[in-house]
């Protein structure tokens, strides 16, 4: 196994990880936002305001995305399984 598709596989799964965290968290994100802007307005200083939001945000995204974001990492890791010959010989 080379050096070189070491840091092919590791970069594939980095960019893998960062597609998937990002589904997740960027309306997450998006929604905190929206939340901060509303209590900066209101002047309204409740922690669970923004946390259940955002709670909800994600766990909304996990059921529509979800099935996507599990069909890309299984793909992954069956190409990856397909290739070990290639790797190891």
Do not use: C, H, Y
Request: aromatic content about 6%.
């Amino acid at each position: 196994m080379s050096p070189e598709t070491v840091m092919m596989i590791a970069k594939q799964a980095l960019e893998l990880a960062l597609l998937m965290t990002g589904v997740i968290l960027l309306p997450a994100l998006g929604v905190g936002l929206l939340v901060s802007m509303f209590q900066a307005v209101t002047q309204l200083n409740e922690q669970t305001l923004s946390f259940i939001p955002k709670l909800v945000v994600t766990f909304a995204t996990l059921l529509m995305a979800g099935s996507w974001l599990l069909g890309m990492l299984m793909s992954f890791t069956q190409r990856i399984i397909a290739d070990i010959p290639m790797i190891i010989g």
